[in-house]
């Protein structure tokens, strides 16, 4: 049987298949972050017939300084919770299991979008965007830990079978993770053991929100494919330690370097970075990048490079990709 169309326990959850429809960043949501009758429609279309065992939706902000760009959705409030469920409705409907990823941008904002300077580990401009933020005080780490907290129940609340936490692309929690952002002397800064004290923290305060039967998932930034940045040998040593925490699965994509890296190019062109976590965890790890080819995604998947397949752009252009992938695998 095709790797690619077996089943996969992901900590309470049984996933019909190992396609995964990642985050990608529609811009279809209201003004005010609440869910369109577009984005719903788009995520019903994208999931019609259930070929994918889980569709992660874009990133929704767990506060209004958090915002990365507009028309950006919000799970930033108990009002979101009516319109998050239209969205996990939609999904079920065509058929897949779906998690909701929530994230806090930090300085990959603008004042000009949120209305406040943004915030950062420490005072250094982001390398993406540029723009130097306020350094996060040591005393508003509750409240943000909180915000993620909130944001993860609402995410249950509305009917979402899992939540993941973002990590990546140079937002917040990728700001404290990496050496190119996170210059602090105090107990979240310094070493990697430190670095990551936030994303415990946050860890942490989402498992005490959504109990020991509801997965959590990590986007994870496993590389940021520059000099002074974060490694695999990090992505593999983090990733231990959120396994340890209680994270369900480890979704893999690149720092700072985002998800287009100049010189990697192919079919599952992360796959390196998945090898060096999948070699420092048990749990599933999902990989996405470039992936075109129902063929290349069965192949990674019985090489061991990953568990899972996210395949993104392929789907954004052609919303029956699914369909056929899992049609010309099927015996």
Same mark, same amino acid.
């Given at each position: 049987m095709s790797k690619l169309l077996e089943s996969l326990r992901l900590g309470s959850l049984t996933l019909g298949n190992r396609l995964v429809m990642p985050p990608m960043a529609t811009a279809k949501a209201e003004a005010d972050g609440s869910v369109s009758q577009e984005l719903v429609d788009y995520y019903a &279309?994208?999931?019609?017939?259930?070929?994918?065992? @889980?569709? !992660?939706? &874009? *990133?929704?902000?767990?506060?209004? +300084?958090?915002?990365? $760009?507009?028309? #950006?959705? $919000?799970?930033? $409030? /108990?009002?979101?919770?009516?319109? %998050?469920?239209? @969205?996990? =409705?939609? !999904? *079920?409907?065509?058929? $897949?299991?779906?998690?909701? #990823? !929530?994230?806090?941008?930090?300085?990959m904002t603008s004042e000009e979008l949120i209305g406040t300077r943004p915030i950062g580990p420490s005072a250094v401009a982001n390398p993406r965007r540029g723009g130097t933020p306020r350094e996060l005080g040591r005393a508003e780490m509750p409240g943000l830990v909180a915000a993620y907290r909130d944001a993860a129940r609402r995410v249950k609340d509305a009917g979402f079978d899992a939540v993941e936490i973002h990590s990546a692309h140079g937002y917040l929690l990728n700001q404290f993770l990496s050496p190119l952002t996170n210059?602090?002397? +105090? /107990?979240?800064?310094? +070493? @990697?053991?430190?670095? !990551?004290?936030?994303? %415990? /923290? =946050? %860890?942490?305060?989402?498992r005490g929100a959504v109990g020991e039967d509801f997965p959590v998932l990590l986007r994870l930034g496993a590389s940021d494919f520059a000099e002074g940045g974060t490694t695999p040998r990090d992505a593999a040593l983090a990733a231990r330690a959120f396994e340890e925490a209680g994270v369900d699965a480890i979704d893999i994509s690149g720092g700072f370097s985002g998800y287009d890296v100049p010189g990697l190019a192919g079919q599952g062109y992360f796959a390196p970075l998945a090898e060096a976590v999948k070699g420092a965890v048990s749990i599933p790890v999902i990989l996405t990048g470039g992936f075109t080819e129902a063929a290349a995604a069965e192949r990674i998947l019985a090489e061991g490079a990953a568990d899972l397949v996210g395949v993104g752009r392929a789907v954004l252009a052609d919303s029956t990709w699914a369909r056929r992938a899992v049609e010309s695998l099927s015996p």
């Amino acid at each position: 049987m095709s790797k690619l169309l077996e089943s996969l326990r992901l900590g309470s959850l049984t996933l019909g298949n190992r396609l995964v429809m990642p985050p990608m960043a529609t811009a279809k949501a209201e003004a005010d972050g609440s869910v369109s009758q577009e984005l719903v429609d788009y995520y019903a &279309e994208k999931s019609t017939g259930g070929y994918f065992g @889980l569709v !992660i939706t &874009e *990133h929704g902000y767990v506060r209004p +300084d958090g915002k990365a $760009s507009a028309k #950006q959705l $919000s799970v930033a $409030s /108990e009002g979101a919770v009516e319109g %998050l469920r239209r @969205l996990a =409705v939609a !999904i *079920h409907g065509g058929g $897949s299991k779906c998690a909701f #990823q !929530i994230n806090h941008a930090g300085s990959m904002t603008s004042e000009e979008l949120i209305g406040t300077r943004p915030i950062g580990p420490s005072a250094v401009a982001n390398p993406r965007r540029g723009g130097t933020p306020r350094e996060l005080g040591r005393a508003e780490m509750p409240g943000l830990v909180a915000a993620y907290r909130d944001a993860a129940r609402r995410v249950k609340d509305a009917g979402f079978d899992a939540v993941e936490i973002h990590s990546a692309h140079g937002y917040l929690l990728n700001q404290f993770l990496s050496p190119l952002t996170n210059r602090r002397t +105090d /107990e979240y800064g310094g +070493d @990697l053991k430190r670095r !990551i004290r936030l994303h %415990l /923290e =946050v %860890l942490e305060a989402v498992r005490g929100a959504v109990g020991e039967d509801f997965p959590v998932l990590l986007r994870l930034g496993a590389s940021d494919f520059a000099e002074g940045g974060t490694t695999p040998r990090d992505a593999a040593l983090a990733a231990r330690a959120f396994e340890e925490a209680g994270v369900d699965a480890i979704d893999i994509s690149g720092g700072f370097s985002g998800y287009d890296v100049p010189g990697l190019a192919g079919q599952g062109y992360f796959a390196p970075l998945a090898e060096a976590v999948k070699g420092a965890v048990s749990i599933p790890v999902i990989l996405t990048g470039g992936f075109t080819e129902a063929a290349a995604a069965e192949r990674i998947l019985a090489e061991g490079a990953a568990d899972l397949v996210g395949v993104g752009r392929a789907v954004l252009a052609d919303s029956t990709w699914a369909r056929r992938a899992v049609e010309s695998l099927s015996p």
